[in-house]
């Protein structure tokens, strides 16, 4: 069967994954009707799907439309929200076509009195379960005919009429992201929102909902993300007639955008992902379309990095440098990352930002030095920036004080001593371009940890009444000169982070390596929020660093092995001072990056399990498991941990001891950890025999 099927007689279509279908009808209306996502159908089977819901009362009106619009008898969450110069704000949609191209449809419709056109775009694939959604509306009037584009939703998923609804999602802030919610879903309007500017710490553009019945390993799941790193919101709404449906588009409410005649206007994607195999079975779908169809460089095995900022903060100079270097060097580091602290007059967070060369007083012969220095030892270069922003407190902002958002009259906010740049303006993104291409150039660089450390305010331009759109053109350009970035450099890598974590997104994993999960790295603390991240994130994608014990932010003391287990289930990173660091931890800490690197084919491109506080990856014949132990109080069972995805009659060989395991054995009964202490840890390595 195609992965697009057209019933023109039904005037249905429908699109097919591997594991699931998702149909659409149009009624005898010509309203666009949602009608089914979920298990896959054959044809014959779509076309006898009835309607949803069909509620049509003096003071309701449900149908389940798939982009319902304002005016008429709807009063739900509009997918498209507008306004006429006239002040209208009802449009009729007439649909005009389709298309079809390999797994892509397009939808058309053309709105009656005005010349708009919207098309909806869906896109699926042969080796992964998402359903890949955008749309995008044009307006074909004259140039001084324009329409207030006041939501233009990339999607609005609608879920089967089901007894009952869970909604799962990621809630936090700074140091404290990705933590997992799951709630019983409320009859009312749920949203998940950004105002920030940036994807945030506080939610993540990320939903699962079920009927309330599914678990770590069965049961069905509906998942959906949007791929935008800047303002967004997510609306679930559950009505009194069982009608679910998650709306999800780019941008928070307030801002609109101008759209002039000749102009277009095309949203983001929003991915869907149906899957019956529960919240663990969701995440590893997740995992594979993010490998196959979002990260520019899937294969390259992620190298295992250090970086400065726990270790030296903004004392940055070269001889600290260099004697890091040659320790993380000593430990098997492949990728020195110099962190914030080594341009402009940069000392601690007041200057500094926007001057992008190097201290003269601590790097009076530039860069050169150190970068030889670090590739003698036989590591790549990296170096931290954050292009978007800039202290008042530097020659960049003396010279272009008026590059920065800001509102005429209005105050200035700074936080951390910055301002954001107004990088939607082309003389800005381009500044920051040429910057940012002469640092990799002249210093070959091999990495740039690409931060953001505020938010958006005052987002305004003085003098454009349109400026709104800025809250979509900053992130655009923001992707655009990275693009270019990488286009012209195809060897240099991106890490995302703003904060830590607060711009994990796919829209930004589609133009970077990794990101740097959170600047939390407390192991314990990282259980948590790692947990959430791999919900929809792949973990070679997920940045973790060793550092110091006492832990630097939460004061907790940690075991090495305990740091360096839970750092090893993702992006292995080293971020301690490692001059405070005893030779015989020096001496364990290469033994762990050995042991990672033979781990990490697994860990990086294998399927995820979470089981009870471990976490399991089978790649191919292999097989590595992470196992923890927190705080147990006396006299609770100790249970043995009953691992997953293993063939049942295959004989699991322990690399590291030779013992030899059975599948089923290991499956039903479980493997005996011997955590009998707190906060110890083990890693498993085993590869299939038979
Ligand atoms: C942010 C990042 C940190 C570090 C600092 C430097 O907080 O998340 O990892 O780079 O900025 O100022």
């Known amino acids: 069967m195609t992965a697009v099927h057209h019933d023109s007689a039904a005037r249905l279509w429908m ?75 009802t449009t009729q949609w007439d649909h005009t076509g389709h298309t079809v191209d390999g797994g892509l449809l397009t939808l058309a419709f053309r709105e009656r009195l005005s010349p708009l056109e919207l098309r909806l775009h869906y896109r699926v694939h042969d080796d992964c379960e998402a359903v890949e959604r955008w749309a995008e509306l044009h307006h ?21 009429l089901l007894p009952d609804y869970r909604i799962s999602h990621l809630t936090g802030g700074w140091s404290a992201e990705n933590q997992l919610a799951r709630a019983p879903l409320a009859r009312a309007e749920t949203v998940l929102t950004s105002r920030r500017g940036i994807t945030g710490h506080q939610a993540n553009p990320w939903v699962a909902l079920d009927a309330g019945d599914a678990g770590e390993e069965h049961g069905e799941v509906w998942g959906s993300a949007l791929a935008w790193s800047g303002s967004w ?21 307030g ?103 190097p201290a003269p007083d601590r790097f009076p012969d530039g860069l050169a030095p150190l970068a030889a220095e670090v590739r003698r030892l036989g590591m790549r270069f990296g170096l931290w920036v954050e292009p978007e922003m800039v202290n008042p407190d530097s020659d960049l902002y003396r010279a272009h004080p008026d590059w920065v958002l800001n509102e005429t009259g209005r105050p200035r906010t700074e936080l951390r001593n910055q301002l954001v740049l107004d990088f939607a303006r082309p003389e800005v993104a381009a500044w920051a371009h040429d910057r940012l291409d002469r640092l990799v150039r002249d210093h070959g660089v091999d990495h740039l940890k690409w931060d953001m450390n505020r938010v958006l305010t005052e987002a305004g331009r003085p003098g454009d009444p349109d400026a709104d759109r800025l809250w979509h053109d900053h992130v655009r350009a923001v992707y655009t000169v990275m693009d270019e970035l990488r286009a012209d450099h195809p060897g240099l890598r991106i890490e995302a982070c703003s904060g830590g974590g607060g711009r994990t997104d796919l829209g930004i994993l589609a133009r970077t390596d990794q990101v740097w999960t959170s600047d939390n790295t407390d192991a314990l603390d990282r259980i948590a929020i790692q947990h959430g991240y791999g919900q929809t994130y792949p973990p070679g994608t997920m940045g973790a660093w060793v550092t110091d014990s006492p832990n630097p ?8 092995e305990f740091r360096f287990h839970l750092a090893m289930t993702g992006a292995l990173g080293i971020g301690g001072d490692l001059t405070e660091w005893s030779e015989d931890e020096l001496a364990r800490a290469a033994g762990l990056v050995e042991r990672y690197k033979r781990i990490r084919p697994v860990v990086q491109r294998g399927r995820l399990y979470r089981l009870a506080d471990a976490v399991q990856y089978v790649h191919e014949d292999e097989v590595v498991v992470v196992a923890w132990r927190l705080a ?9 941990l009953r691992l997953a995805g293993l063939e049942p009659r295959g004989r699991y ?15 039903s009964r479980g493997l005996t950890t011997g955590l009998t202490r707190d906060h110890t840890s083990l890693l498993l390595h085993l590869r299939r025999d038979s």
């Open 15 to 89: 699109l097919s994954t591997p594991g699931s279908s998702y149909v659409v009808r149009l009624d005898d209306e010509g309203r666009l009707r949602h009608l089914h996502w979920g298990a896959r159908l054959t044809p014959e089977q779509a076309a006898a799907l009835p309607h949803l819901l069909d509620v049509a009362t003096n003071f309701d009106g449900e149908l389940a439309e798939e982009y319902p619009g304002e005016g008429g008898a709807r009063f739900g969450v509009p997918a498209l929200r507008l306004r006429y110069a006239d002040g209208t704000r």
């Open 653 to 667: 060989r322990d690399l590291d001891t030779g013992e030899v395991h059975h599948g089923a054995v290991l499956t």
């Open 140 to 160: 074909g009037g004259g140039a001084d005919d324009t329409v207030r584009v006041q939501q233009l939703a990339a999607a609005r998923w609608t879920l089967p």
């Open 255 to 357: 801002p609109e955008v101008l759209l002039r005649g000749g102009g277009s206007w095309r949203t983001p994607v929003s991915v869907g992902l149906y899957s019956a195999g529960g919240f663990g079975g969701a995440s590893r779908a997740w995992h594979a379309y993010v490998r196959a169809h979002v990260l520019p460089r899937p294969d390259e095995l992620r190298p295992v990095l250090y970086n400065s900022w726990e270790a030296t903060g903004f004392d940055v100079d070269e001889q600290g440098q260099r004697d890091l270097a040659r320790r993380a060097a000593a430990l098997g580091v492949e990728l020195f990352v110099m962190d914030d602290g080594w341009f402009g007059a940069r000392k601690d967070d007041s200057a500094g930002l926007g001057d992008w060369t």
């Open 233 to 253: 919101r997510i609306t679930v709404e559950r009505t009194v007639h069982g009608l679910v449906a998650a709306t999800h588009g780019a941008g928070h409410e």
């Open 553 to 560: 932010l939460t004061g907790r003391a940690l075991p090495l």
């Open 632 to 640: 147990r109080r006396h006299g609770a069972p100790v249970v043995p």
